[in-house]
């Protein structure tokens, strides 16, 4: 499975963002999805997963609430939602994929190159 992020960019604080993961191989559809983010001078840090059928998501607490995740196995694309975003926000966000639904950055086998997200305020 090969990922790509897309859809970041500059935003003020309170406005919205939409990422993009495009996805490509047929066996997408059975991979479990993520969203991570890293901001300089800090950890890879987990934000929403979406298991293979869209059945169940899984959400950190720092996003809850502002950040929904989607799938559309038809369009082998993973989307990232964001609302109300805030400068603490800013981060390269990476979209990631595995057999479980998981918070677990290290059981991702597969990762995005990264897309940069800048909130100012």
């Known amino acids: 499975v090969q990922l790509q992020a897309s859809g970041g960019g500059l935003v003020q604080a309170g406005g919205y963002l939409r990422l993009s993961c495009a996805a490509s191989g047929r066996t997408f559809r059975s991979y479990a999805m993520g969203w991570f983010r890293q901001a300089p001078g800090k950890e890879r840090e987990f934000l929403a997963a979406i298991s293979w059928s869209s059945g169940s998501t899984y959400y950190a607490d720092s996003v809850k609430g502002r950040f929904t995740i989607s799938r559309d196995n038809a369009k082998n694309t993973v989307i990232l939602q964001m609302n109300s975003l805030k400068p603490e926000d800013t981060a390269v966000y990476y979209c990631?994929?595995?057999?479980?639904?998981?918070?677990?950055?290290?059981?991702?086998?597969?990762w995005g190159q990264g897309t940069l997200v800048t909130v100012s305020s």
């Open positions: 990631a994929a595995s057999r479980l639904s998981t918070d677990a950055s290290q059981r991702y086998d597969y």
